[in-house]
């Protein structure tokens, strides 16, 4: 089932760029002689060590398509950009080949993997059955507490959407991530919820690439949210179709897939 997921999507032509500085960023990223943009370097945070810097550093501008798919890693480079030793680099490097984001091929290093279709498939497979069931059983039995941290979600979801800023991509997915954790965590699932973190990296860099380059309907998503805050407060309907709603809400990437795969066959695998 899962090998034709993608196959049976009913795909519509790429939307137009969001705005000027997007079509800069969607001319440097069909340039085959480059492999990223500008490496997005944040400040470290405390008692942060070496290589747990080097890690998330690299995680995000992988996620968030910085560092493009099929791109050469060097060690030597990033520990210049980076200002550490080699070491902590390598050790990044293998954390994040155990998420499949990157590839270590023999004689010629490491290379940010590229989008599997495959992995993107049986990402979305594992949220879309395993989140309506957590919602059921969620539903209607939440304490004030976890309520409240939803609410603070949808919130800052609301203050990014009416910002006036570029903010959708990076930090709407971080928030969208972090309001669908919580389905997990208070479910008493914290380590189902890191694996399924894992394993839809292909997928969220997807996401990342459709937000940077689409239209995509903010609105849509936050408005879904907030049915599911209301479903998780008072409780599920018994006419809901569950299913479809998670289909509908999680699939939301699938729009615009075949024009990324089509202006990006690159990335692709």
């Known amino acids: 089932m899962l090998c034709i997921i993608i196959n049976t999507i009913k ?18 990223m069909k340039d085959d002689k480059t492999c990223g943009l500008p490496l997005l370097i944040d400040p470290r945070q405390p008692d942060e060590n070496n290589r747990a810097y080097a890690y998330r550093i690299l995680r995000k501008n992988i996620m968030t398509i910085q560092l493009q798919p099929g791109c050469q890693l060097s060690e030597a480079d990033l ?5 550490m030793s080699r070491t902590p680099i390598h050790e990044a490097l293998m954390m994040l080949k155990s998420e499949w984001l990157v590839e270590v091929l023999p004689q010629r290093g490491s290379i940010v993997s590229k989008i599997s279709i495959q992995y993107i498939n049986e990402g979305y497979a594992m949220r879309q059955i395993l989140e309506p069931a957590l919602l059921r059983n969620l539903s209607g039995h939440l304490t004030r507490e976890q309520l409240a941290e939803l609410h603070d979600l949808l919130e800052k ?35 189902i919820w890191q694996a399924m973190h894992n394993v839809t990296t292909h997928m969220d860099r997807v996401r990342y690439l459709d937000s940077a380059l689409c239209q995509v309907d903010m609105e849509a998503f936050r408005e879904e949210h907030k049915q599911i805050y209301k479903y998780l407060m008072v409780g599920l309907p018994r006419d809901v179709d569950v299913e479809a709603f998670f289909d509908h809400h999680l699939g939301a990437y699938r729009e615009n897939f075949q024009g990324l795969l089509e202006k990006f066959p690159d990335f692709f695998v």
């Open 157 to 191: 979801q609301d203050a990014a959407a009416v910002s006036g800023q570029d903010v959708p991509g990076d930090y709407f997915i971080a928030l969208d991530n972090e309001f669908h954790k919580r389905l997990y965590t208070f479910s008493g699932y914290d380590r």
């Open 79 to 83: 520990s210049e950009r980076l200002v």
């Open 11 to 28: 795909f519509v032509p790429l939307l137009p760029v969001r705005q000027a500085g997007m079509i800069v960023r969607e001319k440097f």
